[in-house]
């Protein structure tokens, strides 16, 4: 039998600012998902946040998008929203764009990874969740564990690693995709995913069978919304071992805190500071970036675990590092490269003032209009 993990994520309100969810939040989400467990619509579940975004971890065997589980977290979030709006946290229902649900999540706001399975006799699975950033926040990491054999020792050493992987890349601008294969592919690969707003790894597989190693929410709320509603703050499911990145190579992705794009008010580039549950709280200038990972074995639709798997010492560099780099860009104020560059700020309420100067402006002679604006999210025009 197959086992589905769906992990279904949203932002529905947060305590004192966009800073972390209120436990009675948590409380009801909870109600909801073990109501659903003891109707067997799923079988095991866990709930978490990093920052402000709920996150829903649940296990079934009614495969991937089904309406069900969907419904089930729509709930979760709706009853959640609610609370937060009792309680007067700030922007409660925030990343619920719409008031009805029909069929699944997708488009309505909520962040989805989900996989269907067959379990191995072991399965050790990690899940990453950030806040303050997007989905191709992932690109990086997800990069060097599949493809990178500095990170991953496996790609050299391990003959089921040793054949490579196929990514699927999303352009989430032209809702198209494309698959490429590594190691032969790399360099294409990477020609399109160093641009990590438009191209998001979404999904990557082992080459030899096919077997599907990871996912990643891939939901951009702006494009969605068309304006500014906060950041889409992705997840990332990964299998680990026998065959598969180990669970060391996966957490060894996240070493190095790269810059992403979020931060304070969706608007900055900023570090990827990986920390524990504990401190998977928004706070310096409404960060920096936060990631999370927990570990567990799925067994016959059981959740083992978890584990916390940035609490622990051995990331203290990376996490110094990050408040380094977090002084570093600060020091940039609004200036770029620390804000971002102009397409992507076209989905922040920076339109909104650059609209009112418009009329401030006044037709220089000799000089001629360049084809295009660089305020234009389609940077291929
Ligand atoms: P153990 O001997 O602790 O199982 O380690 C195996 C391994 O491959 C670690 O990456
Ligand atoms: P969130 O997407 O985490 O709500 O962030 C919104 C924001 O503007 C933070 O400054
Ligand atoms: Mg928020
Ligand atoms: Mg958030
Ligand atoms: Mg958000």
Redesign the pocket.
């Known amino acids: 039998m197959k086992t589905t993990l769906s992990v279904i994520k949203a932002?529905i309100g947060?305590l004192a600012g966009?800073h972390t969810v209120h436990p009675d939040t948590m409380a009801v989400a909870n109600r909801v998902l073990a109501e659903a467990k003891r109707s067997g619509v799923i079988s095991d579940y866990y709930i978490t946040h990093v920052?402000?975004?709920l996150e829903l971890i649940m296990t079934h065997s009614r495969g991937t998008l089904d309406p069900k589980v969907h419904e089930t977290a729509w709930n979760a979030f709706k009853e959640a929203a609610k609370v937060a709006k009792d309680l007067g946290l700030y922007?409660a229902g925030?990343d619920l764009l719409s008031d009805s649900f029909s069929g699944n999540v997708k488009g309505l706001g909520p962040g989805v990874a989900e996989m269907e399975f067959e379990e191995r006799q072991s399965e050790p699975i990690a899940i990453f969740m950030a806040?303050?950033t997007e989905p191709g926040a992932f690109n990086l990491p997800i990069y060097k564990l599949f493809a990178d054999p500095f990170n991953t020792a496996g790609l050299v050493i391990d003959p089921a690693l040793h054949n490579g992987f196929r990514f699927d890349v999303l352009d989430v601008y032209e809702g198209e995709s494309v698959t490429f294969t590594t190691p032969e592919e790399s360099y294409d690969l990477l020609a399109l995913i160093g641009t990590t707003g438009r191209y998001v790894v979404r999904r990557v597989w082992r080459k030899q069978d096919d077997l599907l190693a990871s996912t990643v929410s891939i939901e951009r709320l702006n494009l969605m919304a068309g304006k500014y509603v906060?950041?889409?703050?992705p997840v990332m499911v990964v299998r680990l071992q026998h065959g598969l990145p180990a669970l060391g190579e996966a957490l060894e992705a996240f070493s190095f805190p790269h810059l992403v794009a979020?931060?304070?008010?969706?608007s900055h580039y900023g570090p990827l500071m990986p920390v524990s549950q504990r401190d998977a709280r928004?706070t310096r200038f409404?960060g920096p970036p936060r990631l999370i990972g927990l570990g567990f074995n799925v067994k016959n639709g059981k959740l083992v675990g978890p584990s916390d798997l940035f609490d622990d010492p051995a990331f203290d560099n990376a996490r110094r590092l990050a408040s380094d780099v977090t002084d570093y860009m600060r020091r940039h104020g609004p200036f770029m490269p620390h804000r971002l560059e102009p397409a992507e700020m076209e989905y922040t309420t920076l339109s909104l003032v650059l609209e009112k100067l418009k009329g401030r402006f006044k037709k220089e002679e000799g000089l001629t209009k360049a084809k295009h604006s660089v305020y234009t999210a389609q940077s291929s025009e």
Do not use: L
């Open positions: 932002d947060s966009h920052g402000d975004d922007a925030q806040d303050k906060g950041k889409d703050d979020g931060w304070m008010r969706g928004a409404d």
